[in-house]
């Protein structure tokens, strides 16, 4: 049997937080950078996601603390709600309700978008808050999950992508 090790989210990618630019500068709306947020993600259908309802500008991007988010990315939402999960399709940014994953070298991006969406309420549990429940940055980097070897995870993520897909394509 293959042994599946347990890590923090830390240790297989880099947990990215989103910003808004201000909504007061015009300048900083209307460019090409896709800019998600969970009301994005809650009328998605399927996993992957290129585009939001607004884009930002390169001077919008620069102007708060947003990062762009490669393709492959997990977006994972922290905050109203917790739990919706995405892959970025292409480069991508995020408003401040998500902490998104930049998978590395020791996880497959599909597997981890699989394990995401299985360690949902897991993670909501984790939520602080008296307004609304949010999950921080340090409590994402210290989620703990199990995974196998990168082969493993490849042949996993392989065979939950084809039902997806034909789910999908059904659609």
């Known amino acids: ?5 347990i890590y923090k989210l830390s240790e297989i990618g880099t947990i990215i937080g989103g910003a808004t630019p201000s ?5 900083y709306y209307g ?4 800019w998600i947020t969970p009301k ?3 009328t998605l259908n399927g996993r992957f ?25 997990i977006l994972f939402t922290s905050r109203a709600p917790i739990g919706y999960v995405a892959i970025a399709k292409n480069p991508i940014t995020t ?7 930049v998978p590395n070298e020791k996880v497959n991006n599909i597997f981890l978008y699989y394990l ?5 309420s897991n993670i909501e549990a984790m939520g602080s808050g008296t307004t609304f429940k949010e999950v921080s940055g340090s409590t994402m980097k210290k989620v703990e999950i199990r995974i196998p070897n990168i082969d493993v ?8 992508a084809s039902l997806d897909d034909k789910i999908e394509l059904n659609r």
């Not at 049997?1 to 090790?5: C, F, G, I, L, S």
């Not at 909504?23 to 300048?27: A, G, M, Q, R, V």
Request: aromatic residues 4%.
């Open 116 to 120: 995401m969406v299985y360690n949902k």
């Open 153 to 160: 995870q490849k042949r996993i993520a392989s065979i939950l």
């Open 1 to 5: 049997m293959n042994e599946w090790k």
């Open 31 to 34: 460019g090409q950078i896709p």
């Open 49 to 73: 996601i290129e585009k939001g309802e607004r884009n930002i500008t390169e001077k919008g991007l620069s102007s708060c603390s947003a990062q762009l988010l490669p393709q492959g990315s």
């Open 95 to 101: 408003n401040q309700g998500f902490k998104s994953i």
């Open 40 to 42: 994005d993600l809650s």
């Open 23 to 27: 909504t007061s500068n015009p300048h």
